[in-house]
């Protein structure tokens, strides 16, 4: 193959030449057709095609459809629901891994799981799956790359690291998949009513908070883009280390979390933790919302009223306040200092929702002192002035 009379060689020079032609000739060696090597010059994606070649298909969906008891069609849509590009019939998209998980998806159709579960399971999956092989190949990257590094270089080198390293994988996903559903076990209940039903009540009354980083967006015009990723990845890693159950963390997202509980007192407990580490640790302030109530968890989420109801009680809370709602205040009255942070008109509310302050209970400072309340009384009905001062001193 002419490699210069093809452009595949176009603006280079010297070193750069040379390393770009030994990698092209080992990519013709390895059977890739000219247009598959002009498109990946041209999406600058040239040293990582022997990757590809470690991780990528080598069957259509019209030849397992008679290997896994699915269809071509069913094949298609699995992939589909696990977000990957569409596929044709006859792409070459699946693998040996692809023939056993699609064996196990017969399996599963066959001892009584529908395909509408199967599809939330699948689209949950391939949500959980596209994080996490984007947080690995960025940490294969920031390991493996080498200033300076030819292109040929940068192939041999991946390529040799994926072979060794992606099989060993395979036990790390699936022994957390194990723990994780042995919690999800552990924590299920199984009511009569569900019992009755047939089926699992996706309806549950929880305390749900969101907490949220002061200024992530300003300051996101300010730093280097790495060092904003540094502080979303740090806030991930102390919410996870406060974490305790009852208190499960749901998801983070950027410069937010969102935790569950089902009890109060605890989820407020980590919040203040949460908020204590993130000073410790010189970050930008946080602010946490807490509401409880029904709240319907489907594929791993929380929604409904309640949920929204803490995403809102969260804008309106000062950096460094955890502001809760006054039925978090009542489910656990005496495990903290509550103050009064006035009546709040929030986004979708029809009423004014009064909120309270949460604070731990500062020591006191010898044992002949007051003690505080604990419980904060309703607010007494106020004259407008009162109110216009309550306002600008909260």
């Known amino acids: 193959m002419d490699f210069e009379a093809a452009g595949l060689l176009d603006g280079l020079k010297g070193d750069d030449r040379a390393a770009r032609e030994r990698l092209l000739t080992r990519l013709v060696e390895e059977d890739y057709t000219l247009k598959a090597l002009q498109e990946a010059v041209r999406e600058d994606r040239l040293p990582l095609l022997l990757v590809d070649r470690v991780l990528g298909g080598r069957y259509s969906a019209t030849e397992l459809d008679q290997r896994t008891g699915l269809s071509a069609d069913q094949l298609l849509r699995i992939r589909r629901l696990l977000g990957l590009p569409e596929a044709d019939p006859g792409d070459p998209v699946f693998g040996e891994e692809e023939i056993k998980a699609a064996q196990s998806t017969r399996m599963f159709l066959d001892v009584g799981l529908g395909e509408a579960e199967i599809a939330e399971i699948t689209r949950v999956l391939g949500e959980g799956m596209a994080r996490l092989a984007a947080t690995t190949a960025g940490a294969f990257v920031d390991a493996f790359l080498k200033p300076g590094d030819s292109e040929d270089e940068?192939?041999?080198?991946?390529?040799?690291?994926?072979?060794?390293?992606?099989?060993?994988?395979?036990?790390?996903l699936v022994a957390a998949y194990k723990q994780h559903l042995a919690d999800a076990v552990r924590r299920g209940v199984l009511s009569r009513a569900e019992r009755e039903a047939g089926e699992a009540g996706r309806a549950q009354h929880v305390t749900v908070c969101f907490v949220d980083m002061v200024?992530?967006?300003?300051?996101?015009?300010?730093?280097?883009?790495?060092?904003l990723g540094s502080l979303a990845s740090r806030l991930a890693e102390l919410a996870n280390d406060v974490t305790e159950p009852p208190v499960r963390l749901v998801k983070t997202i950027g410069d937010a979390a969102m935790f569950v509980s089902s009890e109060s007192g605890p989820l407020v407990s980590v919040a203040l933790s949460l908020l204590e580490a993130v000073e410790a640790a010189e970050l930008p302030s946080l602010r946490a919302g807490v509401a409880c109530g029904t709240a319907l968890q489907r594929t791993g989420d929380y929604y409904g009223h309640t949920v929204n109801l803490a995403s809102r009680v969260t804008g309106v809370a000062r950096p460094g306040a955890v502001l809760c709602t006054e039925e978090v205040r009542d489910a656990a009255p005496d495990e903290f200092d509550w103050s009064f942070a006035r009546k709040h008109k929030l986004k979708g509310m029809s009423d004014a929702v009064p909120l309270y302050r949460a604070r731990r209970h500062e020591p006191s400072s010898g044992k002949d002192a007051p003690k505080r309340t604990k419980k904060a009384e309703k607010p007494k009905t106020k004259s407008k002035a009162d109110r216009r001062r309550t306002r600008a001193a909260s």
Do not use: K, N
Not at 154 to 172: G, H, K, N, S, Y
Not at 216 to 225: E, M
């Open 154 to 172: 940068v192939a041999q080198r991946f390529a040799t690291v994926a072979e060794q390293l992606i099989p060993a994988i395979d036990p790390v």
């Open 215 to 227: 200024g992530f967006t300003r300051l996101g015009a300010q730093i280097d883009p790495r060092e």
